[in-house]
Protein backbone atom coordinates (compact mmCIF):
# COMPACT_ATOMS: atom_id res chain seq x y z
CA UNK A 1 0.00 0.00 0.00
CA UNK A 2 1.15 3.64 -1.58
CA UNK A 3 1.78 5.63 2.19
CA UNK A 4 2.01 9.42 2.00
CA UNK A 5 5.63 11.40 1.88
CA UNK A 6 6.98 11.48 5.77
CA UNK A 7 4.24 8.76 6.86
CA UNK A 8 7.34 5.78 5.90
CA UNK A 9 7.56 2.59 4.70
CA UNK A 10 6.43 -0.49 5.25
CA UNK A 11 7.82 -3.97 4.63
CA UNK A 12 6.95 -7.76 4.90
CA UNK A 13 9.99 -10.07 6.22
CA UNK A 14 10.32 -13.28 5.90
CA UNK A 15 9.94 -14.03 9.14
CA UNK A 16 6.66 -12.62 9.24
CA UNK A 17 6.99 -9.53 10.97
CA UNK A 18 5.98 -6.64 9.56
CA UNK A 19 8.65 -3.97 9.82
CA UNK A 20 7.78 0.05 9.30
CA UNK A 21 10.94 2.36 8.85
CA UNK A 22 10.24 6.53 9.02
CA UNK A 23 12.55 9.41 8.72
CA UNK A 24 12.69 12.54 10.49
CA UNK A 25 15.29 15.06 10.90
CA UNK A 26 18.08 12.97 9.69
CA UNK A 27 16.85 10.24 13.24
CA UNK A 28 15.76 6.87 11.30
CA UNK A 29 12.96 5.30 13.37
CA UNK A 30 11.77 1.44 13.05
CA UNK A 31 8.86 -0.93 14.30
CA UNK A 32 8.27 -3.96 14.16
CA UNK A 33 4.90 -5.98 14.55
CA UNK A 34 2.78 -9.18 13.21
CA UNK A 35 -0.11 -6.92 12.84
CA UNK A 36 0.40 -4.26 9.84
CA UNK A 37 -2.03 -2.22 11.26
CA UNK A 38 -0.04 -2.07 14.60
CA UNK A 39 2.92 -0.97 12.75
CA UNK A 40 0.74 1.64 10.54
CA UNK A 41 -0.33 3.76 13.37
CA UNK A 42 2.92 3.61 15.02
CA UNK A 43 4.66 5.23 12.10
CA UNK A 44 1.44 7.45 11.46
CA UNK A 45 1.90 8.66 15.14
CA UNK A 46 5.56 9.19 14.92
CA UNK A 47 4.70 11.10 11.77
CA UNK A 48 2.60 13.57 13.77
CA UNK A 49 4.83 14.35 16.47
CA UNK A 50 6.79 17.60 16.28
CA UNK A 51 10.21 18.05 16.79
CA UNK A 52 9.30 19.97 20.02
CA UNK A 53 6.79 17.60 21.40
CA UNK A 54 9.43 14.64 20.86
CA UNK A 55 12.06 16.66 23.06
CA UNK A 56 9.66 17.68 25.51
CA UNK A 57 8.22 14.28 26.29
CA UNK A 58 9.53 12.89 29.38
CA UNK A 59 12.27 16.04 30.03
CA UNK A 60 11.08 16.05 33.71
CA UNK A 61 11.49 12.66 34.09
CA UNK A 62 14.74 11.15 35.04
CA UNK A 63 16.24 8.39 34.48
CA UNK A 64 16.78 6.82 37.96
CA UNK A 65 12.64 7.04 37.85
CA UNK A 66 12.31 5.95 34.34
CA UNK A 67 14.32 2.80 35.68
CA UNK A 68 12.55 2.46 38.39
CA UNK A 69 9.24 2.20 36.47
CA UNK A 70 10.46 -0.19 34.13
CA UNK A 71 11.69 -2.75 36.49
CA UNK A 72 8.85 -2.26 38.86
CA UNK A 73 6.03 -2.16 35.76
CA UNK A 74 7.65 -5.09 32.84
CA UNK A 75 9.76 -7.11 35.36
CA UNK A 76 8.25 -7.38 39.01
CA UNK A 77 6.05 -10.32 39.18
CA UNK A 78 7.06 -11.74 35.47
CA UNK A 79 10.81 -13.09 36.27
CA UNK A 80 11.76 -14.52 39.08
CA UNK A 81 12.13 -13.21 42.65
CA UNK A 82 15.81 -13.86 42.85
CA UNK A 83 16.29 -12.20 39.16
CA UNK A 84 14.19 -9.19 40.17
CA UNK A 85 15.96 -8.52 43.40
CA UNK A 86 19.14 -8.22 41.31
CA UNK A 87 17.83 -5.93 38.67
CA UNK A 88 16.22 -4.07 42.18
CA UNK A 89 19.77 -3.99 43.71
CA UNK A 90 21.12 -2.78 40.68
CA UNK A 91 19.35 0.40 40.63
CA UNK A 92 19.47 0.94 44.28
CA UNK A 93 23.27 0.10 44.54
CA UNK A 94 24.18 1.68 41.18
CA UNK A 95 21.78 3.94 39.31
CA UNK A 96 20.01 5.89 42.28
CA UNK A 97 21.72 9.25 42.96
CA UNK A 98 24.47 8.32 39.51
CA UNK A 99 25.95 10.24 36.80
CA UNK A 100 23.29 9.37 34.70
CA UNK A 101 20.44 8.54 37.65
CA UNK A 102 20.14 12.36 38.04
CA UNK A 103 19.75 12.99 34.52
CA UNK A 104 15.98 13.78 32.74
CA UNK A 105 15.84 10.85 30.31
CA UNK A 106 16.27 13.43 27.45
CA UNK A 107 19.46 14.57 28.13
CA UNK A 108 21.18 11.09 28.09
CA UNK A 109 23.31 10.17 25.24
CA UNK A 110 25.78 7.53 24.45
CA UNK A 111 28.68 9.36 25.46
CA UNK A 112 27.39 10.15 29.53
CA UNK A 113 26.36 6.13 29.82
CA UNK A 114 29.51 4.78 28.09
CA UNK A 115 31.17 6.76 30.65
CA UNK A 116 29.35 5.33 33.48
CA UNK A 117 29.70 2.41 32.11
CA UNK A 118 33.48 2.55 31.78
CA UNK A 119 33.77 4.11 35.38
CA UNK A 120 32.38 0.83 36.72
CA UNK A 121 35.60 -1.00 35.66
CA UNK A 122 37.58 1.38 37.97
CA UNK A 123 35.42 0.52 41.55
CA UNK A 124 36.57 -2.86 42.40
CA UNK A 125 33.55 -4.44 40.69
CA UNK A 126 33.63 -8.07 38.89
CA UNK A 127 32.91 -8.31 34.78
CA UNK A 128 30.18 -10.15 35.72
CA UNK A 129 28.30 -7.25 37.96
CA UNK A 130 29.35 -4.34 35.51
CA UNK A 131 28.15 -6.70 32.83
CA UNK A 132 24.50 -6.72 34.90
CA UNK A 133 24.44 -3.39 35.30
CA UNK A 134 25.30 -2.85 31.35
CA UNK A 135 22.40 -5.48 30.49
CA UNK A 136 19.75 -3.56 32.57
CA UNK A 137 20.81 0.10 31.44
CA UNK A 138 20.83 -0.90 27.93
CA UNK A 139 17.48 -2.72 27.83
CA UNK A 140 15.45 -0.11 29.59
CA UNK A 141 17.26 2.34 27.01
CA UNK A 142 16.25 -0.03 24.37
CA UNK A 143 12.47 -0.05 26.14
CA UNK A 144 12.52 4.31 26.10
CA UNK A 145 13.92 3.97 22.14
CA UNK A 146 10.67 1.37 21.01
CA UNK A 147 8.42 4.08 22.73
CA UNK A 148 9.38 6.72 21.15
CA UNK A 149 10.55 8.54 24.68
CA UNK A 150 14.46 9.17 23.31
CA UNK A 151 14.94 9.43 19.53
CA UNK A 152 17.94 7.26 19.83
CA UNK A 153 18.66 3.73 20.72
CA UNK A 154 21.63 4.64 22.93
CA UNK A 155 21.88 1.40 24.85
CA UNK A 156 22.80 -0.28 20.78
CA UNK A 157 25.47 1.66 20.44
CA UNK A 158 27.11 1.89 24.00
CA UNK A 159 29.48 -1.03 24.52
CA UNK A 160 30.22 -3.64 27.43
CA UNK A 161 34.28 -3.06 28.58
CA UNK A 162 36.41 -6.00 27.60
CA UNK A 163 37.45 -8.36 30.40
CA UNK A 164 40.95 -7.46 30.10
CA UNK A 165 40.17 -3.74 31.61
CA UNK A 166 39.01 -5.50 35.17
CA UNK A 167 40.68 -7.25 37.92
CA UNK A 168 41.95 -10.64 37.62
CA UNK A 169 38.71 -12.87 38.79
CA UNK A 170 39.53 -14.14 42.58
CA UNK A 171 40.79 -17.50 42.46
CA UNK A 172 38.10 -19.98 44.16
CA UNK A 173 38.87 -21.28 47.35
CA UNK A 174 38.83 -25.41 48.89
CA UNK A 175 39.16 -26.66 51.41
CA UNK A 176 42.89 -29.08 51.40
CA UNK A 177 42.64 -32.85 51.84
CA UNK A 178 43.69 -32.46 55.63
CA UNK A 179 40.79 -30.08 55.81
CA UNK A 180 38.35 -32.44 55.02
CA UNK A 181 40.18 -34.98 56.85
CA UNK A 182 39.28 -32.88 60.25
CA UNK A 183 36.05 -32.23 59.38
CA UNK A 184 34.82 -36.05 58.26
CA UNK A 185 36.16 -37.53 61.40
CA UNK A 186 34.82 -34.97 64.29
CA UNK A 187 31.45 -35.12 62.04
CA UNK A 188 31.52 -38.98 61.35
CA UNK A 189 32.94 -39.86 65.12
CA UNK A 190 31.75 -37.25 67.66
CA UNK A 191 33.69 -37.73 70.83
CA UNK A 192 30.70 -36.88 73.54
CA UNK A 193 27.33 -36.75 73.75
CA UNK A 194 28.11 -32.82 73.82
CA UNK A 195 29.31 -33.18 70.00
CA UNK A 196 26.35 -34.96 69.35
CA UNK A 197 24.16 -32.60 70.02
CA UNK A 198 26.46 -30.10 68.30
CA UNK A 199 26.44 -32.13 65.31
CA UNK A 200 22.41 -32.15 65.00
CA UNK A 201 22.54 -32.40 61.55
CA UNK A 202 26.19 -32.03 60.61
CA UNK A 203 26.39 -35.08 57.93
CA UNK A 204 24.48 -32.90 55.58
CA UNK A 205 27.57 -30.84 55.02
CA UNK A 206 29.43 -34.20 54.14
CA UNK A 207 26.62 -35.00 51.77
CA UNK A 208 27.38 -30.95 50.17
CA UNK A 209 30.76 -32.65 49.86
CA UNK A 210 30.50 -36.25 48.25
CA UNK A 211 27.29 -34.57 45.86
CA UNK A 212 28.62 -31.13 45.27
CA UNK A 213 24.96 -29.71 45.89
CA UNK A 214 24.62 -26.14 46.55
CA UNK A 215 23.85 -25.24 49.49
CA UNK A 216 20.07 -23.68 48.57
CA UNK A 217 19.39 -27.60 46.71
CA UNK A 218 20.08 -29.41 50.15
CA UNK A 219 17.76 -27.15 52.44
CA UNK A 220 14.94 -28.23 50.30
CA UNK A 221 16.06 -31.72 49.57
CA UNK A 222 13.01 -34.14 50.70
CA UNK A 223 13.31 -37.25 51.28
CA UNK A 224 10.88 -38.64 48.91
CA UNK A 225 13.70 -36.91 46.57
CA UNK A 226 16.10 -39.32 47.86
CA UNK A 227 16.00 -42.68 46.13
CA UNK A 228 17.83 -45.05 48.25
CA UNK A 229 16.91 -47.94 46.57
CA UNK A 230 18.80 -46.86 43.00
CA UNK A 231 21.18 -44.75 45.66
CA UNK A 232 20.45 -41.29 43.39
CA UNK A 233 19.21 -37.59 44.70
CA UNK A 234 17.00 -35.99 42.07
CA UNK A 235 17.61 -32.25 42.26
CA UNK A 236 14.91 -30.15 41.29
CA UNK A 237 14.19 -26.85 43.64
CA UNK A 238 16.39 -25.01 45.51
CA UNK A 239 16.72 -22.26 48.45
CA UNK A 240 16.35 -18.88 47.68
CA UNK A 241 17.05 -15.38 49.73
CA UNK A 242 14.25 -13.16 48.42
CA UNK A 243 13.30 -8.98 50.00
CA UNK A 244 10.36 -9.46 51.53
CA UNK A 245 8.43 -6.22 50.16
CA UNK A 246 5.58 -6.04 52.37
CA UNK A 247 8.04 -5.70 55.15
CA UNK A 248 11.04 -3.97 54.46
CA UNK A 249 10.22 0.12 54.69
CA UNK A 250 12.69 2.79 56.47
CA UNK A 251 13.80 0.08 59.06
CA UNK A 252 15.56 -1.73 56.06
CA UNK A 253 15.58 -4.31 53.52
CA UNK A 254 14.15 -7.67 55.15
CA UNK A 255 14.20 -11.38 53.42
CA UNK A 256 13.33 -14.67 53.57
CA UNK A 257 14.23 -17.89 52.55
CA UNK A 258 11.63 -19.31 49.92
CA UNK A 259 11.54 -22.50 47.82
CA UNK A 260 12.12 -21.44 44.10
CA UNK A 261 13.16 -23.08 40.72
CA UNK A 262 16.90 -23.81 40.15
CA UNK A 263 19.12 -21.87 39.09
CA UNK A 264 18.90 -23.20 35.51
CA UNK A 265 17.58 -25.86 33.62
CA UNK A 266 20.51 -28.05 33.93
CA UNK A 267 20.67 -27.98 37.60
CA UNK A 268 17.32 -30.16 37.55
CA UNK A 269 19.31 -33.64 37.63
CA UNK A 270 20.32 -36.62 39.30
CA UNK A 271 22.97 -37.25 41.26
CA UNK A 272 24.39 -40.93 42.46
CA UNK A 273 24.52 -41.67 45.71
CA UNK A 274 28.17 -43.20 46.85
CA UNK A 275 28.76 -45.29 49.82
CA UNK A 276 30.31 -42.19 51.69
CA UNK A 277 27.29 -40.58 50.97
CA UNK A 278 25.14 -42.98 51.82
CA UNK A 279 26.98 -43.12 55.24
CA UNK A 280 25.52 -39.36 56.18
CA UNK A 281 22.35 -40.20 55.17
CA UNK A 282 21.79 -42.95 57.42
CA UNK A 283 23.62 -40.51 60.31
CA UNK A 284 21.05 -38.10 59.83
CA UNK A 285 18.06 -40.10 59.64
CA UNK A 286 19.36 -41.85 63.29
CA UNK A 287 20.47 -38.84 64.92
CA UNK A 288 16.87 -36.92 64.15
CA UNK A 289 14.92 -39.90 64.11
CA UNK A 290 12.49 -38.77 61.43
CA UNK A 291 10.43 -41.74 61.76
CA UNK A 292 8.97 -40.00 64.84
CA UNK A 293 9.04 -36.42 64.33
CA UNK A 294 7.90 -37.44 60.27
CA UNK A 295 9.71 -34.30 58.76
CA UNK A 296 10.02 -34.08 54.74
CA UNK A 297 13.10 -32.20 54.80
CA UNK A 298 16.36 -34.03 55.21
CA UNK A 299 17.91 -31.41 56.68
CA UNK A 300 15.01 -30.45 59.32
CA UNK A 301 14.47 -27.69 61.87
CA UNK A 302 13.00 -27.83 65.26
CA UNK A 303 9.80 -26.28 63.43
CA UNK A 304 9.53 -29.50 60.85
CA UNK A 305 10.32 -26.88 57.49
CA UNK A 306 13.51 -26.21 56.31
CA UNK A 307 16.87 -24.51 57.79
CA UNK A 308 17.62 -20.66 57.01
CA UNK A 309 20.56 -20.69 54.99
CA UNK A 310 22.53 -18.14 57.07
CA UNK A 311 21.96 -20.48 60.21
CA UNK A 312 23.14 -23.41 57.75
CA UNK A 313 26.14 -21.27 57.35
CA UNK A 314 26.74 -20.62 60.60
CA UNK A 315 26.78 -24.00 61.74
CA UNK A 316 29.53 -25.18 59.59
CA UNK A 317 31.67 -22.13 60.24
CA UNK A 318 31.35 -23.16 63.99
CA UNK A 319 32.29 -26.93 62.96
CA UNK A 320 35.61 -25.36 61.32
CA UNK A 321 36.58 -23.34 64.36
CA UNK A 322 35.91 -26.39 66.46
CA UNK A 323 38.61 -28.26 64.38
CA UNK A 324 40.70 -25.92 63.60
CA UNK A 325 40.10 -24.92 60.25
CA UNK A 326 39.83 -22.01 58.47
CA UNK A 327 36.70 -20.67 57.14
CA UNK A 328 36.18 -20.30 53.83
CA UNK A 329 32.85 -19.95 53.11
CA UNK A 330 29.95 -22.95 52.80
CA UNK A 331 30.35 -22.70 48.63
CA UNK A 332 34.04 -23.64 49.39
CA UNK A 333 32.88 -27.41 49.73
CA UNK A 334 31.52 -27.12 46.17
CA UNK A 335 34.41 -25.83 44.89
CA UNK A 336 36.26 -28.67 47.05
CA UNK A 337 34.39 -31.63 45.44
CA UNK A 338 34.83 -29.91 42.01
CA UNK A 339 38.69 -29.73 42.08
CA UNK A 340 38.65 -33.02 43.75
CA UNK A 341 37.26 -34.60 40.52
CA UNK A 342 38.90 -32.92 38.01
CA UNK A 343 42.65 -33.55 39.89
CA UNK A 344 41.47 -37.31 39.71
CA UNK A 345 41.07 -36.79 35.95
CA UNK A 346 37.02 -36.84 35.80
CA UNK A 347 35.75 -35.49 32.47
CA UNK A 348 35.05 -31.86 32.89
CA UNK A 349 31.91 -33.10 31.10
CA UNK A 350 30.87 -35.47 33.92
CA UNK A 351 31.99 -33.22 36.62
CA UNK A 352 29.63 -30.69 34.93
CA UNK A 353 26.39 -32.51 34.48
CA UNK A 354 26.85 -33.63 38.32
CA UNK A 355 27.58 -29.51 39.34
CA UNK A 356 24.38 -28.52 37.16
CA UNK A 357 26.19 -26.11 35.16
CA UNK A 358 24.32 -24.77 32.37
CA UNK A 359 27.49 -25.47 29.94
CA UNK A 360 30.96 -27.42 29.97
CA UNK A 361 32.96 -24.58 29.34
CA UNK A 362 31.93 -22.31 32.45
CA UNK A 363 33.45 -25.88 34.43
CA UNK A 364 36.64 -25.73 32.19
CA UNK A 365 37.27 -22.11 32.76
CA UNK A 366 36.50 -22.13 36.75
CA UNK A 367 38.37 -25.80 37.77
CA UNK A 368 41.19 -27.14 35.27
CA UNK A 369 44.37 -25.16 34.90
CA UNK A 370 46.91 -26.04 32.50
CA UNK A 371 50.41 -25.57 33.42
CA UNK A 372 53.44 -25.91 31.81
CA UNK A 373 54.42 -29.55 31.87
CA UNK A 374 51.00 -30.55 30.58
CA UNK A 375 51.56 -28.00 27.55
CA UNK A 376 54.64 -29.49 27.00
CA UNK A 377 53.22 -33.01 27.17
CA UNK A 378 50.92 -32.38 24.80
CA UNK A 379 52.95 -30.88 21.93
CA UNK A 380 55.53 -34.22 22.48
CA UNK A 381 52.81 -36.15 21.20
CA UNK A 382 53.17 -34.98 17.98
CA UNK A 383 56.96 -36.15 17.79
Known amino acids: MARSKGQGSITLRKDGLYMGRIMRNGISKTFYNKDKKIVERQL ?5 MSQSDFDKKNLSVKFQKYLHD ?5 KYGHIKDTSFDRLDTIYRVHILGSSIGVLPLCELSDVNVQIFINGKCNSNLSYSTVKKIYELVRSVLYYAYKKNDISIDIGGIIKM ?14 YSVEDMDKIISFISNPNNKKDRRFLRYADSFLIMYYTGLRAGELLCLKWDDVDFINRVIHINKSVSIVCDR ?5 DGMHYNNVVTSPKTVKSIRDIPISDNCYAAFLRLLDSYDYFVCKCD ?3 CSCKKDFIRLRSFEKKFKQICERVGVEYKGIHAIRHTFASRL ?3 NVSPKVVSDLLGHSNVVFTLNRYVHIDNDSKKEAVNYLL
Open 161 to 174: PSSEHFKPTKVIEI
Open 246 to 250: ERSGS
Open 44 to 48: LEFSK
Open 297 to 299: YVV
Open 342 to 344: IDN
Open 70 to 74: YIYTY
